[in-house]
């Protein structure tokens, strides 16, 4: 069922959904007639999401090197089926991605689960995230910030990726720990709800063998001081994606190193993009910032 949140798009929505610049959106329609745009009142250009689909497989066809004189020539029944046929082990990232940014705009659960059972037979969770869904997230955060997409679309997919993290991380944490030296207690902030990459974190931790305790997202400092009454040696893991704010960041720094980070044993990791904002005085040896998560699995 095509979603009622948006299904009429622009050309700079192609362009953001597509990769492929609407000046040569322009050109491919006017040239080779491969879009049927309606009009609005005032002569605007917008597109169903027949078109936009048509466009996604355009694109992949594109990338593999047909031409688009001879795409265009082909009857639109055609393409897909000619997308599924060349692509091979090696060569899915456009079609994957394209599959889910597809059932994200028509908040298709069944095509996001058949895309990704497919393409676990041929890979791992941990490249799916890798290769996947950490390209797909990106790509959210800006059509999310261009008005392609809206918060709901984000909303759809962000909790089907949760789904997939929750039940590869209740497989790993079945198997024994292998390592009992630290304890990392994974956290968000107060009225931080951005809990996917803490997610991802705690799959690498039980992947590599670690013991974690993962308390989720808006957790006050209290809580932490609470936790340290129960483990010796722990490593705090939090995301700062939009709290605490850039201007509030470093009073939150200063205070877990009063109550929480103010010994030997325990340190703090801090991802997410407000990290940035963080004051070089307010580090030290038992306080890190990473840019990524690979940074961090690559230590593990």
Known sequence: MINKVKTKFNIRDLENLSGIK????????????????MRTDTNIRLYDIENLQKLLNITT????????????KMPDEKLPILVKEILGKKSMANHVLNNFKLAMMNFDQALFL??????????????????FFIPLLEEIGM??????????????VSFL???KLASNIEKLLMDPVKHHERVYVLFLPANEIHELGLMFINYELALNGYRSVFLGESVPIESLKDVK?????ITFVTYMTVEPTAEHVNDYIEELKEGVINDDKTKLYIFGRNSRHISPENLDENIKIFG??????EGL
Do not use: C, M
């Open 22 to 37: 609407a000046h040569t959106i322009r050109i491919w329609e006017k040239r080779y007639n491969i879009l049927e745009p």
């Open 61 to 72: 066809l594109h990338n593999f090197g047909y031409k688009i004189s001879a795409i265009s």
């Open 114 to 131: 058949s895309t990704y059972n497919a393409v676990l037979q041929e890979k791992s969770f941990r490249e799916i995230f890798y290769d």
């Open 143 to 156: 059509l999310w910030q261009t008005n392609t997409i809206s918060p709901a679309h984000e909303h759809f």
């Open 161 to 163: 990726i949760k789904q």
């Open 229 to 233: 009454t129960y483990f010796d040696n």
């Open 292 to 297: 990524t998560i690979g940074e961090f699995s």
